[in-house]
């Protein structure tokens, strides 16, 4: 079990600095880290002296934003090499985006839905060299893209289905350069972009 513990927690050390630029004057001191914590929008550090003493396990945390969301997904839409924060609420049924700027998060609003956003991902699903975004909105699959003139994000229809789509994965299973979609409903069905 503590081995479990500790392997789950080199993990997440390395998932963090994947996600964080880390600026430190010692290997006790962390000045600037931008990971963050699934839950309600919460930005966390964890002290670097986890890596070089007996840890304490703790996280210094504070509220970046205080929008309820159930679904979180990050990655670098704008490959700027900082992180934005794709944001969902379920019950809501809106999508947002966090991206980190002047020192602080901003959110910006991809669209407000009036049905149940039970998934997001990151994908450029039409082979722009642009991570789009994709969402399982009840009973279909929508992609959003940004337009390049007005930097608005545009919806688009990718898939409905007779029965509530459980799960979604975006990937080229062809290998044709676009991404084909797998989702469950109960059988898993499959569609090719």
């Known amino acids: 079990m503590q081995r479990t513990f500790i392997n789950f927690l080199f993990l997440l050390v390395f998932s963090f600095q994947s996600l964080a630029q ?3 004057t010692d290997k006790n001191q962390m000045t600037d880290n931008r990971s963050v914590v699934a839950g309600e929008g919460r930005y966390a550090k964890l002290p670097l002296n986890f890596l070089y003493k007996k840890p304490t396990y ?12 159930n679904k979180i997904y990050v990655g670098d839409m704008d490959k700027d090499g900082i992180p934005e924060i794709l944001c969902s609420n379920y019950s809501k049924g809106y999508i947002h985006c966090l991206k980190y700027a002047n020192n602080q998060y901003e959110t910006r609003v991809i669209d407000t839905l009036a049905q149940k956003v039970s998934k997001i991902l990151m994908q450029d699903i039409n082979n722009d060299q642009q991570q789009d975004i994709i969402a399982i909105v009840d009973k279909s699959i929508v992609g959003y893209i940004q337009n390049k003139d007005t930097r608005q994000w545009v919806s688009h229809l ?10 979604l994965v975006a990937e080229d299973i062809n290998k044709d350069a676009l991404p084909d979609f797998i989702y469950g409903v109960a059988p898993i069905q499959y569609i090719k972009q």
């Open 22 to 24: 880390i600026k430190t």
């Open 58 to 69: 703790y996280f210094e945390e504070k509220i970046i934003h205080s929008i309820p969301n």
């Open 158 to 167: 990718l898939v409905t289905s007779p029965a509530t789509i459980t799960s």
